[in-house]
Every structure is written in structure tokens, then in C-alpha cells.
């Protein structure tokens, strides 16, 4: 059994990668931090200046997390630390999301009573 400490508030979310090598986990600090799962080494902490982290979520390939967050937006990140996009369109706190099998698609849902489809790259 291993303990992660990093985190400065509450931690709200945590999830494997889908090969089960790193962590990530979102916390009420602002931040979103990347771990190695076999070691509990801390790899990245990804500062998001605007608000607390409700989930996280990682895409299929580990490439990228999307982050929801309490300002009502959904953010999308490379693992490296890189915004990628800022989603707005909740006129309520995101409290779930998650990232489509071929990374196209995001979902969130939102104390608004909604859930937005969002579509990252075009369709052929």
C-alpha cells in the first residue's frame, strides 16, 4: 500500500490511466496532479489559476485529461502540462466528465440540470 501527499485541500477525484501506469487527481488546491502509479512518484502538477478541480479524467491513450471545474468550464490538457482547450457553455458548476474512446468527444454534466455533448474534431 502506498500513500500520495501533494495535494494542499481536499482531493475530489482520482482515476488510473487506461494501462494502469499513472494517476491523476483533482483537488479543491487548483491543481491537477499526475503520478506514477508504481512508484507514487509525483510527474506534473498542472495549475489551473481559476478554479477548484470537481473530476478528472483521463483519455484512452493517456495522452490528455479533461478537467472539470467549480467556474462552470470544462478544461482539456496534454499530460505535460499544456491547455489545450477551455469549454464554456454551463451556466452551473461541471461536476462529472469524461473523454470519448477515440478522444473526438467530451461530456459534461453541470448542476444546470444538463449535460453538454462536446465534439473536439471534425467528422469525415
Known amino acids: 500500500m502506498r500513500t500520495l501527499e501533494g495535494h494542499e485541500e481536499a482531493v475530489n477525484s482520482v482515476q488510473f490511466s487506461n494501462d494502469d501506469s499513472k494517476i491523476v487527481s483533482g483537488s479543491n488546491d487548483f491543481t491537477i496532479k499526475l503520478w506514477d502509479a508504481f512508484t507514487g512518484k509525483l510527474l ?32 482539456l490538457w496534454d499530460i505535460s502540462g499544456k491547455l489545450l482547450k477551455t469549454l464554456t457553455g454551463h451556466s452551473g458548476s461541471v461536476s462529472s466528465v469524461c473523454i470519448s474512446r477515440d478522444g473526438s468527444k467530451i461530456a459534461s454534466g453541470s448542476s444546470d440540470k444538463t449535460i453538454i455533448l462536446w465534439l473536439l474534431v471534425p467528422h469525415n
Open 44 to 75: 506534473n502538477t498542472i495549475r489551473n489559476n481559476s478554479s477548484l478541480v470537481n473530476s478528472v479524467h483521463f483519455s484512452y491513450d493517456g495522452s490528455k485529461i479533461v478537467a472539470d471545474l467549480f467556474n462552470n468550464t470544462v478544461e
